[in-house]
């Protein structure tokens, strides 16, 4: 299995671009969620996943998009790139039936927004 | 708002010695988990611990959890200098979302 994994690694945006942060995990998880790492910051949970065709809010949401439409994949959309959204952004996964137990997380996009 | 509230911020041991990190949260909690970041890497997740627990161990971490004062801690015994990294509590106060505190970082020095 490769986990979980992330594209691209690295990004630079001008203000206003869009982009889309892929995710994909391999381990047949339900659960999927993304989160911004901001220093000082610790992680904030921006979006997640209960299963396909199911996403909700977490404590971040603003200016982020995400759809869910297989259990593999769980991109996530920024609209209209603003400095504000100058982060690392970590995706992860968990098993089936356990929750949040256990999150599997991705290596990370940086992102810069100029 | 945070929900985990880390303690101290930063650490500097020696080799060898013990190294305890503390969180403290606001609201209850089905669980809380703690993980682990190398510097540049994703988290690594540790140990979890349910609201129903109230001491685990893996290894050299041992974790205790206090639900009546609503705090927890890692303590990491004869560490070594892989031990350096920031370490994060996160609790799961409802279904779907796992709230993060803003994390220890640890340095253990040879």
């Known amino acids: 299995n490769a986990g979980v994994t992330q594209t691209p690694k690295f990004q630079v945006l001008k203000t206003g671009q869009s982009m889309t942060l892929q995710c994909a995990q391999d381990?047949?998880?339900?659960?999927m969620s993304w989160y911004r790492q901001d220093p000082g910051m610790g992680l904030r949970l921006i979006h997640y996943?209960?299963?396909?065709?199911?996403?909700d809010q977490g404590e971040v949401p603003n200016g982020y998009n995400v759809s869910r439409s297989t259990t593999e994949d769980f991109p996530l959309r920024l609209l209209s790139a603003a400095p504000s959204q100058t982060s690392v952004y970590f995706c992860a996964s968990t098993p089936p039936s356990s929750g949040t137990d256990t999150q599997y997380f991705g290596p990370g996009t940086r992102l810069t927004v100029l | 708002s945070q929900q985990g509230e880390e303690d101290p911020q930063a650490l500097s041991i020696q080799e060898g010695e013990n190294a305890t990190m503390n969180c403290s949260y606001k609201?209850?909690?089905?669980?809380l988990q703690w993980y682990r970041q190398n510097s540049g890497r994703g988290l690594v997740h540790l140990i979890l611990i349910r609201s129903n627990e109230r001491e685990k161990h893996s290894g050299r971490l041992r974790v205790t959890l206090d639900t009546s004062k609503k705090s927890s801690s890692l303590l990491i015994t004869a560490s070594r200098a892989a031990d350096t990294a920031s370490y994060f509590c996160?609790?799961?106060?409802?279904?779907?979302?796992?709230?993060f505190g803003q994390g220890t970082e640890l340095s253990v020095k040879p």
């Open positions: 609201t209850s909690i089905n669980n």
């Open positions: 381990m047949n998880h339900e659960y």
């Open positions: 996160a609790t799961d106060n409802q279904g779907g979302k796992l709230i």
């Open positions: 996943s209960v299963g396909a065709g199911i996403t």
